[in-house]
């Protein structure tokens, strides 16, 4: 069974669904590249999916560990180069509590750090990635 369809809609746009569960999203190609940007573009995609990974595994070590991570959250920026166009660099801010202890920190980054989606792609591509505690 496939992961996704999708379907170009015009004007730049495609939607995409979820094959499991029917969700639906939608692309559009940035204003800085002959789009409307009024939906996430592709590379901006890759960028969410970086931070929402790392959260996920975070989530995960932390389950294990009997730590709750609810209320944990980021931003993500992405860098573009331009020749060829491409993701330069993604920049990922961590905001978590600042009740962790050392060794809790420790283990919620190196989980962030592997998070398959950041060992997946290309090493050119800078992870930026910065974890701030507090409340």
Not at 71 to 94: C, L, N, T, Y
Not at 98 to 122: D, F, I, M, Q, Y
Request: hydrophobic share 40%; proline share 4%.
């Amino acid at each position: 069974m496939s992961t996704a369809t999708a379907r170009y809609a015009g004007n730049l746009r495609s939607e995409a669904v979820h094959t499991a569960s029917g969700t639906t999203i939608f692309t559009d190609a940035p204003v800085d590249n002959h789009g409307r940007g009024e939906a996430f573009s592709p590379t901006d995609l890759v960028s969410a999916a970086l931070g929402t990974c790392m959260m996920t595994i975070m989530g995960i070590v932390a389950e294990r560990n009997n730590l709750d991570l609810t209320g944990v959250s980021f931003e993500v920026s992405k860098h573009m180069a331009s020749e060829p166009r491409r993701i330069a660099q993604i920049d990922v801010s961590f905001r978590l509590p600042g009740s962790l202890t050392k060794k809790e920190r420790a283990l919620l980054e190196n989980a962030a750090r592997t998070c398959p989606v950041a060992l997946s792609l290309n090493p050119e591509i800078r992870q930026e990635v910065q974890f701030a505690y507090g409340e």
